[in-house]
């Protein structure tokens, strides 16, 4: 029996600019996992999404951020220390990949998506909202 998804879970992306961690090593490419309804309700809770709003994309994407290079895991810290560039770059391919309504059209995001996706968010939903 073929226990395989129906339709792939996850997407390959290459940052604009990338991260660098604290030996000077440049990090682009990764892969990011479609979100679960835990993914959105549980960082409702934590005191820094509480106490700013905004921290909820911080916590979202650290979450479904399954590689970045060579990165052993991708946590708040890395998030945080993004180029700004790069952080708008993984809101909208989350809001992209997350949004979509037939699941089959996941894969034909994944070449814009490692092609330095630039899209436009028109028409989807904000990352956190239900």
Known sequence: MDRSPAF??????????????????????????LATAADEILPQR???VQANPAYLTVILLARVIT????????????????????????????EKINALDDPDEIAAVAPIATNGFAGQAGGLRTMGEA
């Open 8 to 33: 792939s879970t996850e997407i390959d992306f290459v940052l604009p600019k990338g991260f660098i961690d604290e030996a000077g090593v440049l990090h682009r490419r990764g892969t990011m996992r």
């Open 46 to 48: 934590d005191p820094r």
């Open 67 to 94: 590689k970045l290079g060579s990165l052993p895991e991708v946590d708040t810290h890395v998030v945080e220390n993004l180029f700004t560039a790069d952080l708008e770059h993984l809101r909208r391919l989350y």
